[in-house]
């Protein structure tokens, strides 16, 4: 048994065999065939993983080491695996949620011809392999690895029906943005190689090397790792591909673009926990930059008439809050909410999902309507998630929020207050959503109408065991004031956070009982009230003529940040390219060049009869000044 | 023993030579099956060598070639030849098996190897007066490739061509003949003596002040510069690629730019140490504006050629940034994206050359979609894009996370404005594959077929190559770490 912790390796090759066979066998694969080794992969690794956590859970934690990656002087990485506590939840998390989701996926994507049905396959076990290493490594590099990894597979899924152009761009946007952030990453990497002279987790977070860093110098790595983690998670300036990443299939959104992908940012930083921990303007930067994001998000969604748009602001909002908890140097409770999150925000994608595969490929809530008959299980589990996300106890979604916004307060009480508000207009749109889904009458077409059905079992199995999760996740963090050491999963986390806490705990920003029960109150309070006015609002919708005012518009075009960088960036880069090729090239250097080379025929009509100007000739008299040359050394 | 008869060196500069100039006489049916016989015959030698190489004199061989000049037909196969070498060796089976599918003559092949041969002599020579001399034997073979079997405008692209390498040649040619003529007498085992030698040692020994030194540092950096090619002294490349047959882009984008950097390891370095430290920050400071322009520039490319051009050079500018940043990390990553850039581009080339000449169409404004009818070429030419932009678990990742990481100690700032680079080329390259894959398919794509089985073949070497260094880049580390340790010695 206590060998298990050694079989890790197991856990990203599997889903890499699953890759290997649906990518080369694709044109001889069966989809039933491809959708089994797809998902029967993903379940080993589940299964080792599990195996994983138990041991873990006993204490048991391993640095695998495989072989160098490379050495030379300046540097050495190997290639090994950081087993903990830390990567042994996101593992459960990842292959968890990511079964789940091939289970559902081999039904969804049942239209696709068989070879696109194994590539899709290939690619989804592509990613989750990637995701693996991302959260394996022991060392900044092999994070990076599956950083740009989980970027292709993101970057090929998003364009995965590739005939559609706007789908294409996305999936672009998405890779090139995420670049934006890579270079601050390696940017940070690099600095940490000249200071310290490693990547390797341990060795970078001993004491030995914490010592060769400057105050500057941790903070300018943070805040360069910073960067890394909000082009991943989607976070303000670099939040605008997410939205659009909706392009690709659901299940897709659901497991990459919700669950796992998008909190690599998260996991990065609370791998690197006592370096933020030493860097307090880093960690009000990530405070500010989450309540901001978190808040931005929220306003766009609540006005967004496309239900996987809405989802995917929420998301970003959500990640927001993450960012927050993190800020407030509350690194298990972000922790926690990336757990509760991946299974409500699962949870509401692949309902979605199954609510665009009951309207034939529609999106458009203001098509929708009283779907709650005809789809009885995914109404009761998106009902759910509703919930869940909306922060309305004891669902699961309550006390991962909680927990960050009573962090907020204690950092500073413009935080909550601002998280508190973006609650409301969290609860706001989701039940717009519910509602405008779920709620009234159908108004969509006839057509759509008649083929309206609930989805089979493949799709319904994994949103009701997600549904549970995201109703009963909540027990892992039960709050202190509630049940003594009820927060297991802080307990659980503790040894990864613990140089990190022994910091903390010199500056304690401890609130009281009475305090933290009058904010969990109000959280409460502004949640219901929000969700009840939801429902009288739209519960009844009609089509009616848009009459936006101002703000309304600015929100639907979403604050109108696309445009604004498109015409500080990209056009900007367009025209210099332009300028670069007409101006720069032909007249400036070759005007310049064309110069010597008049000068050239000039002199060549001084010395006409050895230069013709032809370069034939030139390179005849070459060769022969050559060939003298070699005749000499023979007589010489 | 193969290579103690004859040596290595001498292999590598003979073969191809005599493969080539047969050629032109006999086996004119079954040319290319000759030409891609006698390169892989160098390229088996070459992967001999690496294993077999004398460590104590590097295989050195000396003959008297004009005694009463100093000059000598002085070779050495030291760790930097090898890297140099092996790349050529390497290389030149991909590109002629590109060709098989053309329909070009004898005289074409038989170029092709003497260009080879003029490559190999560069990389092993260490005579000045030689190393001029298979500088100039490159590329001449290659302007009579592309002025006679080239594009539309051929004879203007060849004109520019050689206009601006005529003008680095020659600025180089007076850069040895004044460095030459202050090096100490040599004297021969049979006592004839010559008042200079034209030795790379002599070179390095010779007596000159400090503002000779200078100003022959700035001629040898000039005619490097031109090479390889860095802003402003680049707009042959372009063209030149444009213009040219396919595979001789292979060789002009894989191999003689390398020219240049070989140029600056071999000889610049090591024979002015004080100056290209003291100029060092410029001239990073020029390759990290050839990184940024080439880039941008590349953005508004609609001919593919072009736009890989301009690729190129910014790939190139990050490796002259590398080798001035001049630390061990900064070099080793230089020597090895020397390779992985001559394997990724030359991958680009196969999947342009087998584009259009399936479609006819050289401009991305003229493709489409594709990917729906050439699934397998679509795959590979993801792969290689990708490889293209240093993707980890590809080949060019390892070197550019060490060419940044080495700029970067040299100047941070630096490193992140050559950084910017990896968005924009992440910007023009996927921009390209879904331009030309994806989307629909229209006029030119809707007929074609997918890619035959040799080309799966060649491809799918590359593919191999890309991920296996990719994966496992510690045997092309250990190659190139002695050729970075030698230099550091020469450098000191």
């Known amino acids: ?636 | 023993m193969l290579g103690t008869l004859i040596t290595f060196p001498e292999l590598l500069v003979l073969l191809p030579l005599i493969a080539g100039l047969l050629l032109f006489f006999v086996g004119k049916n079954y040319s290319k099956q000759i030409a891609l016989l006698a390169s892989l015959l160098v390229l088996g030698v070459s992967l001999w060598s690496l294993l077999h190489t004398d460590v104590a004199s590097y295989n050195a061989v000396s003959y008297i070639w004009l005694k009463y000049f100093g000059a000598t037909y002085y070779l050495l196969l030291d760790p930097v030849s090898r890297i140099f070498t092996f790349l050529t060796a390497l290389t030149f089976p991909i590109i002629i098996a590109s060709t098989f599918s053309r329909k070009y003559n004898h005289s074409f092949y038989a170029l092709m190897l003497l260009a080879q041969c003029g490559l190999m002599g560069v990389f092993v020579s260490m005579d000045a007066l030689l190393f001029y001399f298979f500088w100039e034997l490159a590329l001449i073979p290659v302007y009579f490739l592309c002025s006679m079997w080239g594009g539309e405008r051929r004879i203007q692209a060849t004109f520019k061509f050689f206009i601006y390498t005529f003008v680095g040649s020659l600025l180089m040619l007076l850069g040895i003949i004044f460095v030459y003529l202050h090096t100490p007498p040599k004297t021969f085992e049979d006592g004839v003596q010559a008042a200079h030698s034209f030795s790379w040692h002599a070179f390095k020994n010779a007596a000159l002040s400090s503002g000779q030194k200078v100003g022959a540092f700035f001629l040898f950096l000039i005619a490097f510069a031109i090479k390889m090619p860095i802003f402003p002294l680049h707009t042959w490349q372009p063209d030149a690629y444009d213009q040219s047959p396919n595979s001789v882009t292979m060789i002009l984008s894989g191999l003689m730019v390398k020219m240049g950097l070989y140029g600056l390891v071999r000889w610049l370095l090591p024979l002015f140490p004080e100056e290209s430290i003291h100029y060092s920050k410029w001239i990073v400071v020029l390759s990290v504006i050839s990184i940024l322009y080439a880039s941008i520039t590349a953005f508004s490319q609609n001919n593919i050629k072009r736009l890989i051009a301009y690729s190129s050079i910014a790939h190139i500018g990050l490796m002259c940034a590398a080798v001035f940043s001049m630390n061990t990390m900064s070099l080793q990553g230089a020597m090895i994206q020397v390779f992985s850039h001559g394997i990724n581009i030359i991958g680009m080339w196969v999947i342009y050359d087998i584009i259009e000449r399936k479609t006819g169409a050289k401009h991305l404004s003229e493709l489409s979609g594709i990917a729906n009818k050439a699934p397998a070429l679509t795959i590979f030419a993801v792969i290689i894009a990708f490889a293209n932009i240093a993707l980890p678990l590809t080949n060019a990742f390892i070197g550019e996370f060490m060419m940044f990481g080495g700029v970067y100690k040299f100047n941070r700032w630096l490193a992140f404005l050559a950084g910017i680079s990896i968005i924009l080329a992440a910007g023009y390259t996927l921009f390209f594959i879904k331009k030309v894959f994806y989307g629909e398919v229209n006029d030119r794509t809707a007929h074609i077929t997918d890619i035959s089985m040799d080309e799966k073949l060649i491809l799918g070497a590359l593919a191999a190559w890309i991920f296996v260094v990719g994966v496992f880049p510690q045997p092309l580390i250990e190659l190139t770490k002695e050729a970075v340790t030698y230099l550091s010695i020469q450098n000191n």
Not at chain 1, 80 to 101: A, E, H
Request: glycine share 8%; net charge positive; with cysteine.
């Open chain 1, 1 to 636: 048994m206590n060998n298990i912790i050694n079989l890790a390796w197991l856990i990203p090759v599997l889903p890499l065999i699953g890759f290997l066979i649906n990518g080369l066998g694709r044109r001889h694969l069966s989809k039933s065939m491809s959708g089994i080794i797809g998902s029967a992969t993903i379940l080993g690794s589940f299964i080792i993983s599990l195996l994983i956590f138990f041991q873990v859970k006993d204490g048991h934690t391993a640095n695998l080491h495989y072989f160098d990656l490379f050495n030379i002087d300046a540097l050495r990485v190997s290639f090994g695996f950081k087993i903990d506590q830390l990567t042994s939840l996101f593992l459960l998390l990842i292959t968890g949620v990511g079964f789940l989701i091939h289970v559902y996926s081999t039904s969804y994507m049942h239209d696709e011809t068989a070879p696109d049905f194994a590539k899709y396959f290939a690619f989804l076990n592509l990613f989750v392999f990637s995701m693996l290493i991302l959260v394996m490594g022991g060392n900044y590099l092999i994070m990076f690895f599956g950083w740009e990894g989980v970027g292709l597979c993101s970057y090929l899924l998003i364009g995965y029906w590739f005939k559609n152009k706007d789908y294409t761009k996305a999936a672009n946007k998405a890779f090139i943005m995420n670049r934006v952030g890579d270079l601050g990453f390696l940017l940070g990497i690099f600095w940490l190689i000249n200071k310290t002279g490693t990547l390797d987790y341990d060795q970078v977070f001993s004491a030995a090397s914490l010592s060769k860093l400057s105050l500057m110098d941790i903070t300018g790595i943070t805040m360069l790792l910073f960067v890394g983690a909000s082009g991943k998670s989607a976070q303000i300036p670099l939040y605008t591909w997410l939205p659009d990443a909706m392009a690709g299939p659901t299940p897709v959104s659901a497991l990459i673009h919700a669950a796992t992908m998008v909190t690599a940012g998260i996991y990065m930083i609370v791998r690197s926990n006592i370096l933020y921990t030493l860097a307090p303007a880093t960690l009000w930067v990530v405070a500010i930059i989450g309540i901001a994001t978190a808040f931005v998000a929220a306003t766009i969604a609540t006005q967004q008439d496309d239900i996987k748009k809405v989802l995917a602001y929420s998301t970003v909002s959500q990640l927001g809050y993450m960012f927050l908890g993190l800020g407030a140097a509350d690194y298990s409770g972000a922790v926690f909410h990336v757990i509760t999150h991946a299974f409500f925000e699962a949870l509401l994608f692949l309902g979605a999902g199954s609510v665009i595969h009951a309207m034939s490929g529609e999106q458009d809530m203001k098509n929708m309507g009283g779907l709650k008959k005809p789809m009885p299980v995914t109404h009761i589990t998106m009902l759910i998630g509703c919930i869940a996300i909306a922060g309305i106890p004891p669902l699961s979604g309550f006390f991962s929020k909680d927990q960050i916004l009573a962090s907020a307060f204690a950092k500073h009480w413009a935080l909550w207050g601002i998280g508190v508000f973006t609650a409301m207009l969290t609860a706001y749109y989701m039940f717009r959503m519910y509602g405008l889904t779920f709620l009234g009458k159908f108004r969509g077409t006839h057509e759509q109408e008649h083929h309206l059905h609930e989805s089979p079992a493949p799709m319904t199995i994994p949103l009701i065991i997600l549904a549970i999760l995201a109703a009963v996740g909540g027990f892992m963090g039960i709050p202190e004031i509630f049940v003594h050491g009820g927060n297991k999963l802080a307990a659980f986390l503790q040894p990864v956070l613990a140089p990190s806490l022994k910091i903390l705990e010199k500056h304690p920003h401890e609130i009281s009982h009475n305090t933290e029960y009058m904010l969990m109150g109000i959280s409460v309070a502004v949640a219901l009230a929000a969700t009840f006015f939801a429902i009288m609002k739209f519960r009844n919708y009609q089509r009616t003529q848009a009459k936006g005012n101002a703000l309304i518009t600015t929100l639907k075009n979403k604050w109108y940040v696309d445009e604004f960088y498109d015409h500080a960036i990209v056009h900007p880069i367009k025209d210099m390219s332009r300028f670069f090729t007409n101006t720069m090239e032909k007249k400036v250097i070759d005007g310049g060049v064309n110069g010597v080379g008049k000068f050239v025929h000039y002199s060549s009509r001084q010395l006409r009869w050895i230069q013709s100007g032809k370069v034939g000739n030139y390179i005849f008299w070459m060769v022969v000044g050559m060939l003298v040359l070699f005749i000499i050394k023979l007589f010489v």
